[in-house]
């Protein structure tokens, strides 16, 4: 079974202030997607960013950012300048199964409070 | 706006009974979905894979017949929990892919389904 590990169970960060989630995973797959998704305490999923395992640039999108390494099978979302509404559960998220059907598996996620 | 549709977004039902939560994709045509279940302050948990026309493929564990999955039309999949015991009380969240080339997964809002 694919096994995704975000250490961090817990974060602070000061508003307006850089902060970093890790996430690292395991895969056989050469082709793959690796995604990031945020979990407000209302239960939805908000898709954050994504990244092809073939793409060459660490993705990114708007204040959220991707340190992807591939050799490492890392991919580190960095949220710059924190806000109160950043406050959420954020989980890392590959792909995994036949191209089409992939399904996303999911990591045990980190709780990232912004502080005032 | 919200591409997929779940609902109820939450339900108390009677140990003993059935409940049935629709997943559906309104902006495009969804050949797979997936079905998540979300324990509190766990990680979502892959299901199951539905497949229109075709049976559900179940992740190790899941009991088939007690979660009955109907993948009727290419934007509607069903999810029913027979006989509904409290320790199936959780979060059940559905996901599908565009499939014209969008990367992104997109989610219903999740049902919060209680057993008393």
């Known amino acids: 079974a694919q096994k995704i590990t975000q250490t961090q169970p817990g974060m602070f960060v000061q508003e307006k202030e850089a902060v970093t989630l890790d996430c690292t995973y395991d895969?056989?797959?050469?082709?793959?997607?690796l995604f990031w998704y945020k979990q407000p305490s209302s239960g939805e999923m908000i898709f954050l960013i994504y990244?092809?395992?073939?793409?060459?640039q660490n993705a990114t999108e708007g204040r959220y950012s991707l340190n992807f390494q591939k050799a490492r099978k890392s991919a580190n979302l960095v949220i710059s300048a924190s806000q109160l509404g950043d406050s959420a559960m954020y989980f890392c998220?590959?792909?995994?199964?036949?191209?089409?059907?992939?399904?996303?598996?999911f990591g045990s996620g980190t709780r990232l409070q912004v502080q005032p | 706006g919200a591409v997929v549709s779940q609902h109820p977004s939450r339900v108390i039902c009677k140990s003993g009974t059935s409940v049935k939560i629709e997943c559906r994709s309104l902006?495009?045509?969804?050949?797979?979905m997936f079905w998540y279940r979300q324990f509190p302050k766990q990680s979502l948990m892959l299901m199951a894979t539905?497949?229109?026309?075709?049976?559900?493929?179940?992740e190790q564990g899941v009991e088939k017949d007690k979660f009955l999955i109907n993948h009727a039309s290419l934007t509607l999949s069903t999810l029913t929990v027979t006989s509904a015991h409290p320790e199936d009380s959780s979060f059940y969240i559905c996901?599908?892919?565009?499939?014209?080339?969008?990367?992104?997964?997109?989610f219903g809002q999740g049902t919060r389904l209680t057993v008393v």
């Open positions: 996901s599908a892919k565009d499939p014209r080339g969008n990367t992104e997964a997109f």
């Open positions: 895969t056989s797959d050469q082709s793959y997607g």
């Open positions: 990244q092809g395992s073939y793409d060459e």
């Open positions: 998220a590959p792909e995994r199964g036949d191209t089409g059907r992939r399904a996303l598996t």
């Open positions: 902006d495009f045509q969804a050949t797979t």
């Open positions: 539905s497949n229109e026309g075709s049976k559900a493929t179940y």
